[in-house]
């Protein structure tokens, strides 16, 4: 689904990632720790085709195409999604109008899906605009429900969100990822960053990578590095794998 | 229901005048007034209650109204004021609507310039005690006008004890007009007055400054303003309250989009009476090089008076660019939802038609990217 080779990412003049490497496959979903400031949302942003991320060596493949210079809606339309930690509010945009813009033709499905996360109500709101932590998320979800993206990005998908939210959103999440289906039929994939793992309780993962300093340090069991992470802290969880 | 618009005029010219909100089959308005250049064309009104005159007539008929003219708005005022009061055969509209009426679907008010050099109209509006009247008029010049026109029109509006007006005025000129509205109101006790101002187009220049005198206790007046500017375009615009009445209040919005022309955007609140609220807010886009000037005036004088001003001019957020292109849109239909995001303004207490109107009247401009 997605590989990334020897990727160097500037933002303004300064180097944030330096020569990344990985790859995600059809079906996986893998995670992405890291302390605060290591790079993991910058990965994520140059994935989406940010422009203020500038890649200066390296490449992005996606689904076997080369996406490493496409804009933000080229690889949209070619299935990349992501679940922003902070998007903006769009004064005058209302959430409905937006998913509508998004998916273009099918829009009978909107209502249905907006009840299912319990939007229903904000679909006549400006998007974002003094929504609760929970209610940004699920307003992400459902956009990404719409967009129906085949690899999808999760920047802490569980910010901000309460007990009862997380719950809802991480079952979403699944449905997106479809968890529900059998690994072998499972064709969409994901990368989720996480600083508090609980998300994990409601979400399969399959793999773990841990950023420290703009470069990925190690690989592992998801859960095994988060238990590793819990108990020793970032500091010497990544020196005792690279010593 | 009144009868459909007959006029002869030309598929364009037709078109051009649909989009200022004037339905020429008359399926959703109460009653039309139709002035091309000097020639009135059409003037009736089919719900009882209300009365839609050409001014002359209206002068004939009534010998009262003769209170309501150049009563606040000065002859003296200016050039405008003066050429127009000085019309040996003056035209324009006048629009009655008498104690308790109510008009669910708008009365048309279209003013359309072909040939004229200058077409002139003055025009009075009074909701009596208790009336809601709700009047849509659609401003537009022929495709034809080459050598320029202009347009001098003066409106007096009185909203009597609880009654309500609306104005919601659309327009659509070319870029050889000038435009020179002078119009004011007065709102009485409980009185409502809205008044709407949408123009995407372009206009050589217009300039206006409306202004709502609140004599009333708990009288209430709100402004809106939604304009586009393109090169070449000079719109002088403003509106201005004066909060006399106990428990009065005003709001006064602004929208504004330069694509290189200039725009002036002006407001003034005044509150003299304690009790009394006001609030002032232009927001301003900068798309291509031009000039968003805005003036908002704030004056309080008395203890209890609560008056606001925000004003912020700036440019699209990039950051709402690239959330909307991570959904798969691309940078031009980016660009074009959040404009019309901006462009978004909802008025309480209007009626849904006028709203739709109003919104279609964007959403055209919409199409076209902006």
């Given amino acids: ?243 | 229901m009144s009868q459909p618009v007959t006029p002869e005029i030309s598929q364009a010219d037709r078109e051009r005048m649909a989009q200022t909100g004037i339905d020429f089959e008359m399926k959703n308005r109460c009653g039309s007034y139709l002035q091309m250049d000097q020639e009135i064309v059409h003037s009736d009104c089919a719900e009882a209650g209300i009365e839609v005159l050409p001014y002359k007539k209206a002068m004939e008929k009534y010998d009262w109204l003769k209170e309501y003219s150049w009563k606040i708005v000065s002859p003296e005022k200016d050039e405008v004021t003066k050429y127009v009061a000085a019309q040996k055969d003056p035209k324009g509209y006048v629009i009655i609507a008498h104690k308790g009426s109510n008009n669910i679907y708008p009365i048309q008010a279209c003013l359309y310039l072909g040939r004229e050099l200058i077409q002139h109209v003055h025009n009075i509006i009074i909701a009596e005690e208790g009336a809601e009247l709700h009047i849509i008029s659609g401003c537009s010049s022929g495709e034809h006008v080459g050598s320029g026109g202009m347009h001098y029109g003066v409106s007096e509006f009185y909203v009597k004890k609880n009654a309500k007006i609306s104005f919601t005025m659309i327009h659509n000129w070319s870029e050889n007009i000038e435009v020179y509205p002078r119009s004011a109101s007065v709102v009485e006790e409980n009185g409502v007055f809205l008044s709407n101002y949408v123009c995407m187009q372009p206009v050589k220049k217009i300039q206006m400054y409306p202004t709502a005198t609140l004599t009333g206790a708990n009288s209430v007046a709100r402004f809106s303003s939604v304009v586009i500017a393109t090169p070449g375009s000079y719109m002088d615009l403003g509106s201005r309250a004066i909060l006399e009445g106990p428990g009065s209040s005003a709001e006064l919005v602004t929208r504004a989009i330069t694509k290189g022309g200039t725009i002036m955007s002006r407001g003034h609140i005044a509150g003299k009476t304690t009790g009394t609220k006001g609030h002032l807010e232009c927001k301003g886009l900068i798309l291509k090089d031009g000039i968003i000037y805005a003036i908002p005036e704030i004056e309080g004088s008395v203890v209890g008076t609560e008056l606001s001003h925000e004003a912020a001019v700036g440019k699209l957020a990039q950051e709402e660019i690239e959330y909307l292109m991570a959904r798969g849109l691309d940078e031009d239909e980016a660009t074009a939802t959040i404009i019309r995001g901006f462009l978004d303004v909802k008025i309480s207490g209007l009626p849904e038609a006028l709203q739709k109107q109003i919104d279609a009247s964007i959403d055209e401009a919409e199409k076209t990217g902006f």
Avoid: W
């Fill in chain 1, 1 to 243: 689904m997605l590989d990334i080779k020897d990727l160097h990412v500037k933002v303004g003049d300064k180097e944030v990632l330096h020569d990344i490497n990985l790859h995600i496959g059809e079906g996986e979903t893998h995670v992405l720790l890291g302390p605060n400031g290591s790079g993991k949302t910058t990965l994520l942003m140059t994935l989406m085709g940010y422009s203020n991320y500038t890649i200066t060596e390296g490449t992005i493949t996606f689904k076997g195409e080369d996406v490493t210079r496409m804009k933000a809606h080229e690889r949209a339309k070619r299935g990349v999604g992501m679940l922003f930690q902070r998007p903006p509010t769009i004064s005058g945009l209302k959430l409905g109008k937006l998913l509508s813009a998004i998916s273009r033709t099918k829009t009978e499905d909107i209502p249905e899906l907006a009840r299912s996360l319990h939007m229903d109500k904000f679909l006549e709101r400006d998007i974002n605009k003094g929504f609760s932590g929970g209610e940004i998320k699920r307003s992400e979800v459902l956009q990404l429900m719409i967009q129906n993206p085949d690899f999808i990005m999760l920047d802490e998908p569980e910010s901000g969100v309460d007990i009862e939210n997380i719950s809802l959103i991480g079952t979403a999440i699944g449905t997106l990822l479809e968890k529900d289906k059998h690994i072998a039929r499972r064709k969409k994939s994901g990368l989720v960053i996480t600083h508090t793992g609980y998300i994990l309780d409601y979400l399969e993962t399959d793999r773990g990578h841990v950023m420290c300093d703009g470069q990925i340090k190690c690989h592992g069991n998801p859960r095994e590095i988060l238990k590793d992470i819990k108990k020793h802290g970032y500091k010497e969880c990544l020196e005792c794998r690279n010593p």
